[in-house]
Every structure is written in C-alpha cells, then in structure tokens.
C-alpha cells in the first residue's frame, strides 16, 4: 500500500475531521494545507502539525511534496479545485457532493482520465462497517425481497454560521448537502438487492420548502428503483428531525438508528443494527469499528491509488448519484444553479 502526503485545499471543519483521519491513518502523512487567508492556514498548521502553510491553493498544488489533495471547498468550487488539482498531476479525494451537477462531475472525471490521476467523491459512510454490514444483510436476503427504503439526515443550522448553506451559487440547500446521502443510502439498498453494481431510480419525484433565496431548507423525495424498491429520501439544513435508516422486506425489516454518517459514528466504536423478522423479536446486531471514518478513508484512498478509482465508490456510481440529485433538484423547484 503506499504512502501518500496529503495536501489540504481549505482549513474548515471538515478539513480538521480530514487532518486528524490522516494522523491516525496506517498510510498517509499530512504535508501542506492551503487556505485563502495565510494566517489561517499558519494556525491550522500549527493545530495539527503540518510542516507547510499556503496562502493559495495555486501554491499548494504546485508542491511537489504533495501526492494527494483533499478538496473541502464550498461545493461550487469543487470542479474549479479537483480539474486543477488533476491537471497538477495530484490524486484528488474531494468532498460530496463531487460536484454541483452530473455534467459538471463529468467534466472532472475526464481530467482525472486525462491526467491519469486518483479521484474519489468522499463518502465516508460508505466505507463504515456498518454500511458494509447493511449491504451484506440484504445481499443474503436477510428480510427477503426488500420492497422500500426510507432514510432522513436533517438538521436545524444557525443561518449565520452556515451561511454558505442558504447561497445557491455555493450550491446550498440540504439536498446537495446531506440529501446526497439519502440518495446514495437508497440506491446501495437497491443495488445490493438486486446484485446490480450501479442503480438509478427510474422515477423521481419530490416537495421542498425553499428559502427566500431559493434553495431548499427541507425536502423529501421519492424514488421507484429497479426491482420496485420504493425509497422515500428526507433532508434538511433548517429543520431538526430523527436521522435513521428503514429498510422494509418481505420477511422482515432492518432499522439503523444512528446512520455511519452521524459525527458520533465517525470515531472508532460500536454501532447498532437492529433486524427484525416478520412476527419475530428484533435482533440486535452490534457491528465494531477499529478505525475513525477518515482515517479509513485516507487508507482507502492509498489502497487503491494505483487503480485510479475506488471500487466501492467508482466514477459510475458518483454520476448515478448526482444524476439522482439533479432530478430531485429538478423535481423540488431548485433547478440547477450554473
């Protein structure tokens, strides 16, 4: 496995979630980190020591000490970041949603392609054990034909310090921010009934409630996937509501209380998975984590360097998801900002 030297493009929260991943990573190593004010990048240097600090992210990505970079920028920058990043020969790891729309992901894909660079959208929760877990119940038919899905991320934000969340040309609103998750929890459901490697929906519908500036605080989809599977996809950046899992078959049914993607879940623990079978007393599965999420993902990302994509998070399935989402966009009055 190699070793990769990770460069940071931005110093927010979720880039110290990243940092400290790195630290506690088996193969990686932090070597830079950039933000658009320098003094801001000195400080978090000093945080987590990291040996260099950038007052540009043209800085960083012409660092040759760096191998890998970790885009955290708002979600409207991430294509601009991810095709420079590829185009200065760096392997990209960056932040869901990888892009504001699936034709924009597009255009990054190609210069991961054309740069022959590493490039993975970072959703951490897919490499959880417990993801892994869910996914292995339903391959074994654990409840049966499983029939529906339905799974919520919702939190209520303060406007003020998220105002990021309530601008549309930062790509704002809940769907692209956690509903990306609901969407990709729904169609691993489907694919891991069916066997099938990568899902779309067939149908998407859905209801928001927009904000004064237009983009959605709370919304709901509905989605048909393949093998009639119905999911029903709840989010919001406005309202605070009890995140989980359902999935529904025909011998029974799996709850997931406390979804891979909550902050709780994001260090090394134990997480429950709560099977029920049809007439049955539930059974409570408890499934271990050795390893914090980011420090699983930055391993990840070294395992598979060499093959340019990971194979629980493809190309394929980033562009099936964001094609989900520009649908669900669509459908809530959204649309899809430039």
């Known amino acids: 496995m190699t070793e990769l030297r990770w460069g940071l493009l931005a110093a927010g929260t979720i880039a110290a979630h990243f940092a400290e991943g790195v630290g506690e990573s088996e193969h990686g190593v932090l070597a830079a980190v950039a933000a658009r004010d320098a003094g801001r990048a ?5 945080r987590f020591g990291i040996p260099k600090a950038y007052g540009s992210y043209e800085e960083l990505l012409a660092d040759p000490d760096v191998d890998a970079v970790y ?10 970041w991810a095709i420079a990043a590829a185009e200065a020969g760096k392997h990209v790891l960056c932040e869901k949603p990888l892009t504001i729309t699936a034709a924009d992901a597009e255009e990054v894909i190609a210069a991961a392609r054309a740069h022959d660079v590493f490039l993975m959208e970072a959703f951490m929760y897919r490499l959880h054990p417990q993801t892994r877990r869910l996914a292995e119940l339903i391959s074994a038919g654990a409840i049966g034909e499983v029939r529906a899905v339905d799974t919520t991320f919702s939190f209520d934000s303060n406007p ?14 809940g769907i692209l921010d956690v509903g990306c998750y609901c969407t990709s929890l729904a169609r691993l459901v489907a694919q891991a009934a069916t066997g099938q490697d990568v899902v779309e ?23 048909r996937l393949p093998g009639d599977i119905l999911a029903t996809i709840s989010c919001g950046i406005r309202l605070a ?6 999935v529904f078959g025909s011998r029974g049914q799996i709850h997931i209380p406390q979804p891979a993607w909550i902050h709780p879940l994001r260090t090394p623990g134990v997480s429950q998975i709560i099977l029920t079978p049809a007439g049955g007393e539930p059974e409570i599965i408890e499934v271990e984590a050795t390893q914090g999420v980011f420090a699983r993902e930055a391993d990840h990302v070294a395992a598979h360097v060499e093959d340019r994509q990971a194979p629980e998070l493809t190309w394929a399935e980033t562009l099936a998801n964001l094609r989900t989402l520009d649908r669900w966009r669509e459908a809530v009055g959204y649309g899809r900002p430039s």
Do not use: C, N, Y
């Open 71 to 80: 885009v955290s920028t708002p979600h409207a920058m991430h294509k601009q």
């Open 241 to 246: 509501r009890e995140d989980g899992i359902r």
């Open 160 to 173: 003020e310090e998220t105002a990021r969340l309530s601008d549309p040309a930062l790509g704002g609103g």
């Open 201 to 223: 929906p067939t149908e998407v519908s859905g209801m928001a409630h927009l904000s004064a500036t237009g983009v959605d605080e709370w919304a709901t989809g509905l989605l």
């Open 42 to 46: 000195q400080e978090f240097a000093a």
